[in-house]
């Protein structure tokens, strides 16, 4: 049976503006059935990386906050410490980032919750046994939450492809040990003929896994050597590398991540009620994990809602697969190819297949690729 997704798109007018799009998409799908009276409610978002620009606006945070409250929740917002040393890689530094981009109880109404705690060690270890994972290491407070809402901004992704609902609970609610498990089988490579020896991936990696050494005595510069008996796969080197020297080693790395990240959505999900909202608007091409963002893919599109997270980001996808690519962006430079009818994200990143992961995630019970789509 298919399952039902919510579509709104983004026009507003003077009698409604588009946090009130939103309560009325809500509304329509569905969310009023959540029994969150006296429960503890985590809202997962995406706080953004400081000097990224494409994360959802905290108003749309607030008013999802206002709605849930109303219904009897103690509601919070939260995320999980991130696996590279950045801005939100420890509580401290990740409240203070979430507050510059807007989130904090004064805005949003609502508590600013790191779900890993202090310096992301903070987790519930979910038995699971599926077929990649045992266990999911999900962080204590929304693994310990009662009803979970996730506010998705739905964009590319590097390896997954795109990120959306699924994305955003699997491996945004892992803890860092547990982002360590969903990115232990994608371990980068270096290019030496791309390599500066700048420094900047020895200076970054967490795990000591890098250093500069001379190839050999007729080299006359260093370059980048990782030692694989430390490396975790945590992608770090690849984000802070300007040279694209530190690439990532595609050989079925995408798909085994998509699975993992399925598993660790269900093992999240299957004993609490949940809600989804996909925002399908400034679809970067890249993660909100790196410090800018990139031209979107395609135009603004709209905001999507679902009991399913399957289903919707089935529908979000197809969404963007059936929209025109703007012109100038990574995957239409020069404005020569429309583009309409055909997988954006596969463009951006040509060695990830995200259908993999749902299809897994259908597979072991999270939700249903097949869906009915309702225009609000």
């Known amino acids: 049976m298919a399952s039902k997704v919510y579509f709104t798109n983004l026009r507003a007018n003077s009698s409604i503006n588009l946090p009130g799009k939103l ?5 329509a799908a569905g969310i009023k059935d959540l029994d969150c009276k006296d429960k503890f409610v985590a809202i997962k978002i ?16 607030n008013r999802m906050v206002s709605i849930l409250q109303k219904l009897g929740a ?14 939100r890689s420890n509580a401290i530094d990740h409240i203070e980032s979430a507050a510059e981009n807007g989130f904090n109880p004064i805005s949003v109404k609502a508590p600013v919750i790191i779900a890993d705690g202090l310096k992301g060690t903070e987790y519930r270890e979910i038995p699971i046994h599926s077929e990649i994972c045992t266990f999911a290491k999900i962080g204590s407070a929304i693994a310990d ?14 390896q997954a492809g795109f990120g959306g609902a699924l994305k955003n609970i699997g491996m945004g609610a892992a803890s860092r040990g547990g982002k360590l498990d969903l990115h232990s089988s994608s371990k980068p490579r270096i290019s030496k003929n791309d390599c500066t020896g700048c420094g900047q991936c020895v200076k970054d990696c967490n795990y000591k896994a890098i250093t500069l050494n001379k190839i050999s005595i007729l080299d006359k510069k260093q370059i980048a050597v990782i030692d694989y ?12 590398c300007r040279y694209d020297a530190a690439q990532p080693v595609w050989n079925n790395a995408s798909e085994i991540m998509n699975k993992k990240i399925a598993e660790y959505t269900w093992a999240l ?33 709209g905001i999507t809602a679902s009991f399913d997270p399957v289903a919707l980001d089935h529908a979000s996808a197809d969404l963007v697969t059936q ?25 951006a990143h040509p060695n990830t297949n995200w259908m993999v992961g749902l299809e897994h995630a259908e597979k072991i019970g999270l939700g249903c690729k097949t869906y009915e789509l309702i225009t609000v």
């Open 23 to 27: 309560e009325r998409l809500v509304n």
């Open 46 to 61: 995406h706080f953004g990386e400081p000097g990224n620009l494409a994360y959802i606006r905290h108003n749309y945070a």
């Open 74 to 87: 103690k509601v919070f917002l939260t995320d999980s410490n991130t696996l590279y040393s950045g801005r």
């Open 145 to 158: 939450a009662d009803v979970i809402v996730s506010l998705n901004h739905f964009k590319g992704h590097e």
């Open 229 to 240: 008996d430390k490396c975790v796969g945590c992608g770090q080197c690849i984000a802070v």
């Open 269 to 301: 999900l299957k004993d609490k009620p949940h809600f989804h909202v996909n925002f399908i608007m400034d679809v970067s091409p890249d993660c909100d994990c790196w410090g800018m963002n990139d031209m979107p893919l395609v135009p603004n599109i």
């Open 323 to 347: 929209a025109p690519a703007l012109a100038g962006n990574a995957i239409n430079p020069h404005g020569e190819h429309d583009l309409t009818g055909e997988d954006k994200f596969r463009h």
